[in-house]
């Protein structure tokens, strides 16, 4: 776990900023269903137990089918290609609208704990995007001030929560138009407070980000999964 502590922090939301559908997916009608549910939960107890009940499914099927939902997704290389070189001079957090049971799942196939120093479930929270609660958390467990955040998501329902805590942020209507004003962003605060140029680095270097364990709200510090 690195010891300092950026004082500015960029949080991203996971699917439609970090991740998006594979092209080769195919849809699938009761997976695609389940998957809309996620979105909403914000206890993984009755998530669970819900889902099952109104699709008879057993915890075999249960569990084969949020993986199905989490391999639906495949990263945006060119955000990722960038975390290790923002990780230098930003803290980074996900805000994630979803159940937790895919966590683990993420974790493994992404390394999330590389880049990110804080993972925020709504399935742990009990609250979710847009309440100002769930964002005023985040930047409290980061120690940083709401406008030293910059927030990225699809919704622009929850980027007015953001705002509303006069959080900076970006509305990502799509994956190259959000990542073209995240670029410009990053041009427009390179030098702000910072002796290193983030933009020049992550267009010339090849660094390898330390790995770290990121705070995952409702786990005890070291686990994950």
Known sequence: MRIDKPHRAILFDLVGVLLFPRPDYVPDGRVDAIDKLIGSVTNDDVFRRTTQTIYHLSEPEFDTILRQ????????SEVWTLLPHLHRSYQLAIINNGTFLTYPLFQTRLKLDTYFDLFVSSAREGVRKPHHEIYRRTYTYLGVQPQH???MDDSLENIAGASWLHMQTIHWENRWQGFHEFERWLTAHADENYPGDVVCNMQKQDYK?????????GLHEGQFG
Do not use: D
């Open 69 to 76: 939902v989490a391999e639906k997704y495949t990263p945006f």
């Open 149 to 151: 955040c910059l927030f």
């Open 209 to 217: 980000g330390a790995t770290h364990e990121p705070r995952v709200r």
